[in-house]
């Protein structure tokens, strides 16, 4: 029973969605946590508690302006000095022949720009992470492909 003076006494599932919007989300956790101890199967909490584990997930965004644009974010429980990136750009006149560049993370929250390499073509890219002993990739965030 919580005491009178706790504050997970007033854990509501309002008042993670509001921490939650407003970015908070070790409060928006901490309200999500006291809801499911005093409920195990409330179910708002635990939509609430697969959309914050959604929030932690990397993010990958490739977007095509002047240059190509790489950005990433990679949330707390997921950094590892492991992690790189993948960049596949095809020309569009030799379909067949992608190029393949690779680079570790070294930052938790960044961005790459780079000139186009051909007048048209696409690209790809995606977050991995090397992994156990035989350094097997594992995909953590696929961005959006592009053509320009």
Known sequence: MARPDDPDRLASPTLAQLYLA?????RARQQ???MLQREPEHRLARAL???LRASEAPRLELTAERSLRLRWEIGPGRWSEDLHIVLVVTPRRSPSSPHYLSGPVRARK?????????????ASACLVRLAGERRELRVLA????LSW
């Open 22 to 26: 407003q970015g908070h989300l070790a």
């Open 32 to 34: 999500v946590r006291a």
């Open 49 to 51: 508690q697969r959309r």
């Open 110 to 122: 960044d961005s790459l720009d780079m000139p186009f390499p051909y007048p048209g073509g696409s």
């Open 142 to 145: 696929v961005a959006d492909a």
